[in-house]
């Protein structure tokens, strides 16, 4: 645990000046463009009965949509996930050329605009895509399917599994490893016990930014699903529509739920890192 | 920092570059690919109409305001805020910092459902609005302030670490030795999160010409009044006129590969000064 370094002097006066500017201004900005905004939903969401919530978000398509949603998310954040860690090993560990070329297209799904990358992935795995097309060939169709949904999310969670793990790579200190190797453990070994438990809470944490990203995520993911009622309908696209239907009050409904989950997920992370931190500090 | 005499297994090596790099290669590259070649593949004269059509241009302008505006604001927050969680210690930090983030991690669309929510006409502040004539969903204003949301905590969340990891000991030498609070920032402060802001500020910008759910919901897809460039790339495609779409598109992919570049430079000028 950091020491707190109490920055006041024993009269209780603050050393450094600005405190009062930026905290008025911090707290009035944060306010203004977040908080006040945000409270609304809840304001609305309180005017509902809520048999009527419970009417909306229970009924058979809302339930199809968080379905879809959550198990795409989920499969798109694992598949992530592993290929993250392999990523930041690659990057961290090794130097080959075109490393840093590497490194910097990560952040390409940060860069490109969604709907860009939901037309290009909807093109690229369509039919008659370049590589919808070999897999057409087999019978296996990818976009407008749970597939391309998974796809596209995986597109934009790439980074987060891969940025949270680096750093953490790049703070290993090499003699842990040296000291298995040295007490005879083998590679894989080592790479198990000794590597992969201090690389744990940043693979939960990116696993948990990329899951909230892909449920949360409309551009990317809207192209590519064909929005097939109970099939391919994300939970998104579903207060979408009730929001072009002037339905306002069905939409933030479903919106309340989507919030809950991912305050849910959050927690869950949490936990386990927490847990998982009484483990590792028994080094 | 690799960590030396290794004896790192040559093929496990490889293996995992060539697999890591087709990884990479089938998920972003064949994407940005697919979109050069779509936007070409009626020639080059549809091309050029398709991205001057004044609609375009117009989504266009609509869009670059909508960043700017997203960028100043949320420089301004991101400096102040960074420089209260860092420098000083308060109960609540934590919490403050968890609400900053919050934009970052709602969907998109429910951003911009809580923006309708508040000043739509159903909104709390609608009835307030609508005597003063003040349009808000549904018009520009609306646009530019789902930008500020949804981009709000990404400059912010490039400087702090940076602002963190140098903690207050250099600004409290300085006041001690009689320095006002502006000089601190000026010659202290800001000199170590050079970089950081800059890369903060090109995520930000990003990240804004390229939101789509938020304003999607927003905007009321008025042609020539309140569309961005992915809104009209949205229209096109549901028209049909796929050769368009892609066009405009590949001006929004140019942009991001110049961003992209701009941050592996700001990045590599941020190591170079030593950073952690």
């Known amino acids: 645990m950091e020491e707190i370094v109490k920055v006041k002097n024993k009269r209780g006066v603050r050393v450094i000046p600005g405190f009062g500017l930026s905290l008025g201004v911090t707290l009035s900005m944060l ?70 070329l590497m490194d910097g297209i990560i952040e390409l799904p940060f860069a490109l605009p969604t709907a860009v990358a939901g037309i290009s992935l909807t093109s690229l795995y ?143 992370m949490n936990s386990i890192q927490i847990s998982m931190q009484r483990f590792t500090r028994n080094l | 920092m690799a960590v030396g005499k290794r004896n790192t297994n040559p093929i496990v090596k490889y293996v995992l570059i060539f697999v890591s790099g087709l990884f990479l290669f089938v998920m972003l590259v064949l994407p940005l690919i697919v979109v050069v070649v779509n936007a070409l593949k009626d020639g080059w004269t549809v091309y050029r109409q398709s991205i001057t059509d004044i609609y375009a241009i117009k989504a266009l302008g609509l869009t670059l305001l909508a960043s700017v505006s997203a960028v100043a604001v949320n420089t301004v927050f991101g400096l102040f805020a960074s420089y209260l969680l860092s420098k000083f210690y308060f109960r609540g930090r934590q919490v403050l910092a968890a609400l900053i983030d919050i934009p970052f991690s709602i969907s998109p669309v429910i ?41 709000f905590p990404f400059v912010f969340r490039e400087l702090f670490p940076v602002m963190n990891a140098y903690g207050k000991d250099e600004e409290e030498a300085a006041a001690l030795m009689g320095a006002k609070g502006f000089t601190i920032f000026r010659k202290i402060t800001f000199p170590h999160v050079k970089w950081a802001l800059l890369y ?77």
């Open chain 2, 111 to 151: 951003a911009g459902l809580v923006f309708i929510l508040t000043f739509g006409n159903i909104g709390w502040m609608g009835g307030f609005l609508k005597a003063h004539h003040i349009k808000i969903v549904f018009a520009v204003p609306g646009v530019i302030l789902a930008t500020i949301f949804v981009t």
């Open chain 1, 31 to 100: 306010g203004c463009f977040v908080l006040i905004p945000l409270a609304s939903i809840f304001l609305s969401a309180g005017r509902l009965e809520f048999s009527e919530f419970a009417a909306v978000v229970t009924s058979r398509q809302v339930m199809a949509g968080y379905r879809v949603s959550l198990s795409c998310a989920f499969w798109a954040a694992l598949i992530n996930t592993v290929f993250g860690m392999g990523l930041a090993w690659v990057l961290v560990r090794y130097d080959f050329p075109g490393r840093r």
């Open chain 2, 200 to 276: 903060g500020m090109i995520l930000c910008g990003a990240r804004a010409m390229g939101e789509f759910g938020a304003v999607s919901v927003i905007s009321g897809h008025l042609r020539g009044k309140t569309n961005t460039l992915p809104l009209h790339v949205e229209i096109l495609c549901n028209e049909f006129n796929t050769t368009a779409a892609f066009a405009v598109s590949s001006l929004l992919v140019l942009l991001s590969t110049l961003i992209l570049a701009a941050r592996s430079l700001a990045e590599w000028k941020k190591k170079k000064r030593g950073g952690n």
């Open chain 1, 126 to 268: 369509s039919d008659q895509g370049w590589i919808g097309a070999y897999f057409a060939k087999r019978g296996i169709t990818i976009a407008y399917t749970r597939i391309g949904i998974t796809i596209a999310m995986i597109f934009v969670g790439i980074p987060f599994v891969v940025r949270s793990v680096q750093p953490v790579l790049e703070k290993l200190d090499g003699q842990y490893e040296e000291a298995a190797a040295m007490l005879g453990a083998g590679r894989g070994y080592t790479f198990l016990r000794v590597v992969l438990p201090e690389m744990f809470p940043a693979l939960i944490t990116g696993f948990g930014l990329a899951f909230s990203r892909g449920i949360g995520e409309y551009g990317s993911v809207v192209f590519i699903a064909g929005n097939i009622p109970y099939e391919t309908q994300i939970a998104p696209l579903l207060i979408m529509e009730k929001l072009e239907q002037y339905k306002y009050t069905d939409a933030t409904a479903i919106a309340l739920v989507l919030l809950l989950l991912s305050f849910i997920m959050m927690l869950i």
